[in-house]
């Protein structure tokens, strides 16, 4: 489909970039004449219009309802009742419900219920950027450079932005919120202290009605301690897209803040990224979780700031009009966003960014907690495969050795077992498949 507003911005008759402030004005204009027509106040944001409508009927109570998965902590899984009774299977990944769970659901397809409020009343919008700034930016950049390229690439993520609403969803906590919260701490016991010190004060506030930003938090564990797995489960939990941010291989600020439009590779960074356009398959949101990978290991070439976006985007006030530097004169409203480091010391971590930052330490995983961690990332990666005939379960002997060593190399090792048992054709993996050593002399990180 051919978008209705296309910027000429190379054209070499007349000022290219005069014709897109008038594309800009009149896109604006007709925006409030519309919004005038019907009466409404002017508020470009998202609306129940912009939600597609699903095609297929909602399921009745007397077939379905909602749960939280306790295995793939998969939120509104929706379990399906046979005979209106049980067993019962989450959608997603074919957990069976237990006893206990069949007795609460079945109470509660029998027990009438208080209308709920629409999905959509949950929900709340935020401002991110301004729509007048895209004409200001416009008119400062035909000041600022008259390189046809610079002009080109600026003009092109004007046209992007102005095809997008001023505002984004912030995802607000589920009714179950707590209960959620709860299964995420049994299963991931070490990092208990995150949880109950910043994750569940935020998500209280917003479930009052309330706006709260949530605390930049750094977790200092040494390798191997499931730092990445539990935030990756935790944003599962909270409904929100992870970015990740590998601070070890990042040079300069350029990755989160963007390069200066004065430079031939000039590109905004991953903050700007993720609240204007998303990730494929997860629409930009106002407070997504922006994880900073290994922050301990960045800054390692001296002639370049790493960490100076950070000074301003861990700061609530300065973060509400962060500036990408290939972007001058569009200022986003970044306050919102969920910031979580790892770590494992804090010795190369400026002081100025760690006093921004509410640092737990995250203690060595018991032998037991290390296994049902390892169970937990089979059933993920038979999961990722799409192998709903295959077995989830693991052999005791495999769980034994998989306590010994990385989740991030189980997750290896899991991969090219469930491969051998297929390659066999079967649909349960066996302990041959596991070819892990009984003694390693290194730790590996995750």
């Not at 597609?52 to 009927?57: A, D, I, L, S």
């Not at 921004?356 to 937990?376: D, F, L, N, S, V």
């Not at 002997?397 to 390659?423: C, D, N, W, Y």
Request: proline residues 7%.
């Amino acid at each position: 489909m051919t978008p209705k507003y296309q910027f000429a911005v190379t054209s070499g008759n007349g000022d290219p970039f005069a014709q897109l402030t008038q594309e800009l004005a009149t896109f604006r204009d007709e925006q409030i004449e519309r919004q005038l027509r019907k009466g409404e106040q002017i508020n470009l944001s998202l609306s129940d219009a912009d939600v597609p409508e699903c095609t297929e009927p909602p399921p009745t109570p007397s077939d379905a309802t909602t749960w939280t998965c306790r295995s793939c902590f998969h939120k509104d899984a929706t379990r399906q009742l046979q005979d209106g009774y049980g067993p019962g299977a989450c959608d997603r990944c074919g957990e069976r419900l237990n006893s206990q769970e069949v007795h609460q659901v079945s109470g509660q397809q029998s027990t009438p219920k208080p209308s709920q409020p629409a999905r959509s009343a949950r929900q709340r919008n935020i401002k991110v950027f301004d729509h007048h700034q895209l004409l200001e930016a416009a008119k400062q950049m035909e000041a600022l450079t008259s390189d046809a390229g610079d002009r080109h690439r600026f003009g092109a993520t004007l046209e992007k932005l102005l095809l997008t609403e001023e505002t984004r969803p912030l995802v607000l906590p589920s009714p179950a919120w707590e209960r959620d919260l709860e299964e995420l701490a049994n299963a991931f016991p070490a990092f208990h202290r995150v949880i109950s010190e910043v994750v569940s004060p935020s998500l209280a506030v917003l479930a009052a009605g309330g706006i709260v930003r949530q605390a930049p938090v750094l977790l200092v564990g040494s390798p191997g301690v499931g730092k990445t797995f539990f935030l990756t489960t935790l944003a599962r939990v909270l409904g929100v897209p992870l970015v990740k941010q590998d601070m070890s291989s990042t040079s300069t600020g350029a990755s989160l803040a963007g390069l200066s439009v004065h430079w031939s590779n000039s590109s905004p960074g991953a903050v700007f990224k993720a609240l204007a356009f998303g990730r494929p398959g997860s629409p930009a949101v106002a407070n997504p979780m922006l994880v900073l990978d290994e922050l301990d290991k960045g800054g390692g070439d001296p002639r370049f700031d790493t960490f100076g976006p950070l000074h301003a985007l861990l700061e609530e006030e300065s973060a509400a009009q962060f500036e990408d530097e290939s972007l001058p004169g569009v200022f986003f409203n970044t306050s919102h966003i969920r910031w979580v480091a790892t770590a494992n010391s804090t010795n190369s971590i400026p002081a100025p960014i760690l006093s921004r930052m509410h640092a737990i330490e995250i203690a060595e995983p018991t032998q037991g907690e290390r296994a049902a961690m390892a169970a937990r990332i089979f059933q993920n990666v038979v999961r990722s495969m799409q192998l709903r005939n295959f077995n989830a379960e693991l052999p005791e002997t495999v769980l034994a050795k998989a306590a010994a060593i990385s989740p991030r190399e189980f997750r290896r090792h899991a991969q090219m077992a469930v491969g051998r048992a297929i390659t066999r054709g079967e649909v349960q993996v066996k302990t041959e498949d596991f070819r892990i050593a009984a003694v390693l002399a290194r730790t590996m990180g995750f």
